[in-house]
Nanobody, 126 residues
């Protein structure tokens, strides 16, 4: 079974940058679109960004567009989220997500064969 492991979370100052990584154990990593979602306790999970299987298409939530960049390296079975100019509102647990469709990730459409990482905490200080 595919396993996703996030890393790179931690404490960062407002306006600073952080780079999250998600390493996948599966041999069919390139067959999946990948994405990032985040969640604050007591709130619903929020879409952040997604990327197509080959990396040719990317999608972002409006609040992240222009600040965050999602990318992937299929040779390394890894997806990244570069966070720039972070805000206090960005504090959350960030989850790596694998599924067939990047656009369905964006639209919140549930899919078969979805995989989730354990999450990594990002805390933005003022």
């Amino acid at each position: 079974q595919v396993q996703l492991v996030e890393s790179g979370g931690g404490l960062v100052q407002a306006g600073g940058s952080l780079r999250l990584s998600c390493a996948a154990s599966g041999r069919t990593f390139s067959n999946y679109a990948m994405g990032w979602l985040r969640q604050v306790p007591g709130k619903e999970r929020e879409f952040v960004a997604s990327i197509s299987r080959t990396g040719g298409s990317t999608y972002y939530a409006n609040s992240m567009k222009g600040r965050f960049t999602i990318s992937r390296d299929n040779a390394k079975n890894t997806v990244y989220l570069e966070m720039n100019n972070v805000k206090s509102e960005d504090s959350a647990v960030y989850y790596c997500h694998g599924a067939p469709s990047a656009t369905n990730m964006r639209d919140g459409v549930r899919q078969l064969n979805e995989y989730w990482g354990q999450g990594t905490q990002v805390t933005v200080s003022s």
